[in-house]
């Protein structure tokens, strides 16, 4: 008993004593946790709110050299770096610039007065990209891509060695090169959801420099972005000017999640520029669209002259344009399509792809009738007092630029005033090749159709051949509205081939080559009258003046045949036939479209046959030869009387034949009579017959009296002598 007492009073001493020792430390013990407290507290506090006050100056040559480092690229750092941890995590960097690979012709790829951005923690914490601002002010960025098509927005990280010889070509050549595979999904940082409350641009430039095609500036740049959520509609608006021209946009993305997972999601984006609108509306999964399109042009000249930079004449005034759009990175693909320019419309559908070397475009469409004298550039004027300048060649590098199958039928056609009918136009590009045709259509009263093949490039250079048939046309029109001639008319066909190199006109004149034939019926050759000068060939012959001619300067025919040949610019024909009543005509020649003259011979006879067209082509009588020559804009027909006469030898010995039997009088009148039948002279009729009859009625009729004897024969005169003396009586 006595050792459990002294336990127990020692316990109870023990506790008495801490209990009062607790007492009395019990405040020191609690002000020293506070403390302790406080300095944990205020430590944090430090840690975060210090970096809004202070700057990351002291070490900004560090920072830049590990951008150097990382990039490849120069990197200046003109402002202060600011930053700040609590509750936004951002970075502020002002008078920043960001170089091109060296070689490039501007050194600066970016530049910016000031660049921001700022993430909240707590999202990262979470998991989630809450963006509270990126803002961009002042910048200019300078987009380029070399003769291999490579951007210098690819970066390559490289030593410092490397980075002084580094160049546009080297710094994008790991852009094809495979990238190291990605970490597992454990071992990622993954983003859940991504939060944008503000994204800025403002007063931002963007150029592109592309080595095959002109720059392209986006000046005055300014942009708002939003997006509540990924699963939550992406808006953005704004204004952009180019070629000082403000461009206003707005889109929106339905749910931009879909985009990043490569689904279908709405978008819809309208551009308006004035009074001009374009408008997309669909549906976007990765980089295809499908949906529709529609614009709407009110002044095609401005916006054509806002385009190309310079003032350029439309030949129409308004467009609008409605479709159905499929289309992906690589092509495009336009159905229900309907176009309409002015009056004009366009329907059918329209594709394009660019995946290969050449893009592919491929068009079947229907198209309202078109007067191509309005879509023409009107003519350069010839320079004063130069009426033969030669029309420069015609810039075909387009064909090489890409390829094509169009197949148009066409309502109607107007060219140089004469209207076609109906047709199918079809056009085949490819490979610097075009090929076009024109199904018959109807033109002055027949058919025309057309066929041509246009090279660009080959072993032959860039030539053209075409062919031209005309069926049951009036030619007459035809001339004068393609050649600007009115010498001819009649209805009949034509069948031509041409072809030569493309070039300016003077090297086309000169070698071009073909052939063709013609026949036309019930027409004439206008500026001349062949009878008429058979008639005053005559005359002439008699003795007699020239006659004038009243009535006009042609020379009709029921049928006109002939074909030519073309060699090196000089139009030969050998075998011209016309068939008229009382005339038959023949001629042969040549005409020189590099001269821009005629040398043709026209041989003309009478005949005693009415027919035309059927008729017989053998001449008898009098042959008349005719020299057409001059210029084009002035041909003048002479006779030859020289050839008249040797043309006629076979007609003169007839006549010397003859002149042997004018020793007795019929022989005389028959011979006089003939020669002017043949020459066309009036004959004189002989007197009648004079009877003599008795007084008394019924008398027997008088003997007839005894001819006188007849005198000695004089010699004969000279035959020349004998045809003028006939010819004049």
């Known amino acids: 008993m006595t050792g459990i007492l002294i336990a127990a009073i020692i316990i109870g001493l023990i506790v008495l004593v801490g209990g009062f020792a607790l007492f009395l430390l ?49 990197i200046a750092i003109g402002g202060p770096i600011g930053f700040t941890v609590w509750p936004v995590l951002g970075l502020q960097l002002r008078d920043i610039s960001i170089g091109n690979p060296k070689g490039a012709d501007d ?18 914490m979470d998991h989630r990209l809450e963006l509270r601002e990126l803002r961009l002010v002042g910048g200019q960025l300078n987009l380029m891509t070399d003769s291999r098509g490579r951007g210098n927005w690819n970066f390559k990280p490289t030593d410092g060695e490397a980075t002084s010889t580094d160049s546009l070509e080297s710094a994008t050549a790991t852009s094809d090169e495979t990238t190291p595979a990605s970490a597992s999904p454990d071992e990622q940082f993954s983003i859940k959801d991504i939060q944008i409350e503000k ?28 997006m509540p959520s990924l699963d939550k509609p ?42 001009d609108q374009v408008k997309l509306d669909g549906n976007l999964q990765g980089t295809a669209f499908k949906g529709n399109l529609t614009a709407a042009v009110a002044n095609l000249t401005k916006l054509a002259s806002w385009a190309g930079g310079a003032a350029t004449p439309v030949p129409f005034s308004t467009l609008n344009i409605s479709t159905v759009v499929d289309a992906n990175a690589t092509r495009a693909n336009l159905t229900d399509l309907a176009i309409k320019l002015d009056d004009m419309t366009v329907g059918g559908k329209l594709s394009a792809n660019w995946s290969g070397a050449r893009p592919r475009l491929t068009a079947d469409v229907d198209v309202s009738a078109i007067n191509l004298d309005k879509l023409m550039p009107p003519a350069a004027a010839a320079p004063a007092g130069n009426t033969s300048a030669s029309t420069a060649a015609p810039d075909l590098s387009v064909l090489d630029k890409f390829n094509a199958d169009i197949t148009a039928r066409l309502a109607g056609l107007t060219v140089k005033g004469a209207q076609l009918g109906s047709t199918t136009a079809t056009v085949t590009i490819n490979n610097g ?34 062919n031209v048939d005309l069926k049951g ?53 206008k500026g ?15 003795g007699q003046r020239a006659a004038t001619e009243s009535g006009p300067v042609q020379t009709d025919f029921t049928e006109l045949t002939g074909s030519f040949t073309i060699n090196n610019g000089v139009v030969s024909n050998n075998d011209l036939k016309m068939l008229s009543p009382l005339v038959r005509i023949t001629g042969r020649g040549t005409a020189s479209l590099p001269q ?36 084009f804009s002035a041909l003048k027909y002479e006779p030859d009387l020289q050839g008249l006469v040797l043309g006629n030898i076979g007609a003169a010995r007839d006549v010397g034949t003859a002149i042997e039997s004018l020793g007795t009088k019929d022989g005389q009148r028959n011979m006089r009579e003939g020669l002017k039948n043949m020459l066309g002279l009036p004959s004189r009729q002989p007197a009648p017959a004079t009877t003599t009859t008795s007084p008394t009625e019924g008398a027997a009729p008088a003997e007839p009296a005894a001819a006188p004897p007849a005198p000695a024969s004089p010699p004969p005169p000279p035959p020349r002598d004998v045809l003028r003396d006939l010819l004049t009586r």
Do not use: C, H, W
């Open 528 to 542: 001349v009258n062949i009878p008429a000068m058979i008639r005053n060939a005559k005359g002439i012959l008699s």
């Open 26 to 74: 019990l405040p020191v013990l609690i002000a020293i946790v506070g403390t302790l407290a406080l300095v944990v507290v205020m430590a944090v506090v430090a840690i975060l709110m210090v970096p809004n006050f202070i700057t990351l100056d002291g070490f900004k040559p560090d920072i830049i050299n590990m951008l150097k480092q990382a990039t490849g690229r120069e």
């Open 596 to 631: 821009s003259n005629v040398n043709y011979r026209v041989e003309a006879a009478l005949v005693a046959d009415l027919s035309g067209q059927g008729g017989v082509m053998e001449r008898r009588g009098l042959i008349i030869p005719i020299n057409v020559r001059g210029p």
């Open 473 to 525: 046309v009036q030619i007459g029109p035809v001339l004068v509205q393609f050649a600007g001639s009115d010498r001819l008319s009649g209805l009949g066909d034509l069948a031509m081939s041409i072809s030569g190199p493309i070039a300016n006109s003077d090297v086309m004149k000169r070698e071009l080559n073909g052939n063709g034939s013609f026949i036309f019926r019930n027409g004439a050759i």
């Open 107 to 124: 050194p600066i790829m970016l530049s910016a007065q000031e660049l921001g951005v700022g993430v909240t923690l707590s999202s990262l």
């Open 433 to 466: 090749r075009m090929q076009s045709a024109i199904t018959p259509a109807a033109l002055y009263d027949g058919t025309l159709a057309v066929k041509a093949d246009v090279s660009a490039a080959g072993r032959g250079g860039r030539t053209f051949n075409a």
């Open 199 to 226: 994204i800025e641009v403002v007063r931002t430039n963007i150029s592109y420099d592309s080595a095959e095609g002109e720059p392209v500036d986006l000046d005055n740049i300014n942009l708002a972005i939003s």
């Open 234 to 275: 992406l808006n953005v608006t704004g204004s952009v000017s180019l070629r000082e021209t403000e461009v206003k946009i707005a889109g929106t993305v339905d749910k931009p999640r879909a985009v990043m997972d490569n689904k279908e999601t709405p978008v819809n984006f309208t551009l308006s520029l004035g009074g």
